[in-house]
């Protein structure tokens, strides 16, 4: 099964926000690191370190995101934001 990729947006990233609002069930391999959000769509943010891919997990979809823009919006992120 093919993942979409999310392309459009800035993201936002909330590093101590509660991913398990959107799963309780990671991919193997992969750790939890908060909740993002482009444009209307929010969800868990996680990274598969085999893949070395980053994607947002909400119920219903799993999207990959562009590498560069994880880790431009993990540099500002804090867990304030």
Request: proline letters at 6%.
């Amino acid at each position: 099964m093919a993942i979409p990729h999310l392309k459009r947006g800035i993201l936002t990233i909330r590093l101590d926000a509660d991913w398990t609002r959107y799963t309780d069930v990671l991919p193997q391999g992969s750790i939890a690191l908060g909740i993002v959000t482009q444009g209307e769509e929010t969800g868990a943010l996680v990274y598969v370190e085999a893949t070395q891919t980053y994607l947002m997990i909400q119920p219903e979809r799993i999207y990959r995101l562009l590498p560069y823009k994880v880790k431009a919006a993990l540099k500002v992120a804090s867990p304030d934001n």
